[in-house]
């Protein structure tokens, strides 16, 4: 039995920016940090001829062209795996349409231990790009590309996405100081709310197609505030990188009138009268996770525990997508 796991993520600086749509003309830029929250893939062969494929699903079919779930679908038709009988299996810590990346993070976890199954040995720059071909080039998803390279590599890493669909890849310089304060002192809610980001991000990806001025200029600030927020991490200003997740989400907000609504924005006026600096809606909006930066855990804790939102606790992850049986 081979069995994988890859991180989710949360964004820090220039979510949104590493859409195709945008990238290819204006260049991307994100901040994005691995947690220790996990999808985990198993794989093992079957003594029946027939693939068996299990998520929030049972499939039980005899071609590969017959799985209905796309993406494990096109993962072993990119490897050609049509004549393997294998049984599939994925679990999560954190439910898929909740902005952290799950996707990617699935496709990444899959891919790997498909390689894996195959002796192959591959690196996280080529399993990141694999894992774009399949959702973006394969299945047309309107996603972007932030979600399977910090899988693949995790980490705190910064992301240029250049319009020639390169990716420059460069790990953030943190003081350990700054690394410790900065885990300490990000806070998770789980809003309750779950949605499909391709849905959100299809607005902002035509608007993009379009040369829609108004989403152009959005993203161009968003990746501005991604490069102060890189500058304010890199030079230990955690109080500045939390005010630039507060003008960053009041940009966000403005690119569609479903990337928040009455109870999420409620959530967030208590978040500041509590003791955050900053925050903002991890993803694509919608739902899914607030996150924020604070000095005072406890006083921001209480008050949003107490108006009944709950608190997922995390770590950062530093090895990225691997094998963790074999």
């Excluded at 204006?26 to 494929?53: M, P, R």
């Excluded at 894992?131 to 240029?160: M, N, V």
């Amino acid at each position: 039995m081979i069995i994988t796991r890859s991180p989710m993520r949360i964004s820090l600086g220039g979510g949104g920016t590493d859409l195709p749509s945008y990238y290819r003309k204006h260049t991307g830029f994100v901040i994005a940090a691995a947690i220790n929250k996990y999808v985990y893939l198993t794989i093992h062969d079957t003594f029946v001829q027939e693939l068996i494929v299990k998520y929030s699903r049972l499939e039980r079919v005899n071609q590969v062209d017959e799985i209905e779930h796309p993406i494990i679908r096109e993962c072993l038709k990119e490897l050609d795996m049509k004549g393997n009988y294998i049984e599939i299996t994925s679990l999560a810590d954190i439910p898929s349409g909740t902005g952290l990346g799950s996707s990617g993070s699935f496709t990444t976890a899959l891919l790997k231990a498909l390689y894996t199954h195959n002796n192959q040995i591959v690196s996280a720059r080529f399993l990141a790009e694999q894992a774009c071909k399949i959702e973006l080039d394969r299945l047309k998803e309107p996603i972007g590309k932030q979600d399977q390279y910090i899988a693949a590599f995790g980490g705190i890493t910064a992301f240029e996405f250049m319009p020639d669909d390169r990716v420059e890849i460069n790990p953030v310089r943190l003081k350990k100081e700054t690394l410790y304060n900065l885990e300490d002192n990000l806070v998770l809610f789980f809003t309750g709310y779950s949605r499909s980001a391709s849905s959100i991000l299809k607005e902002q990806d035509d608007k993009s197609k379009a040369d829609n001025e108004e989403m152009t200029n959005n993203l161009h600030l968003v990746k501005e505030i991604g490069k102060q927020s890189l500058a304010a991490l890199e030079s230990g200003n955690l109080r500045e990188f939390g005010e630039l997740m507060a003008v960053h989400w009041q940009n966000k907000k403005k690119r569609s009138g479903s990337m928040s609504n009455g109870k999420i924005d409620e959530w967030y006026s208590l978040a500041l009268k509590n003791g955050a600096i900053g925050g903002k809606l991890i993803g694509a909006g919608g739902g899914g996770f607030l996150m924020f930066y604070t000095e005072d855990k406890m006083k921001l804790r209480h008050s949003l525990m107490n108006a009944g939102i709950e608190e997922v606790r995390f770590k950062f992850d530093f090895e990225g997508t691997k094998v963790i049986v074999q």
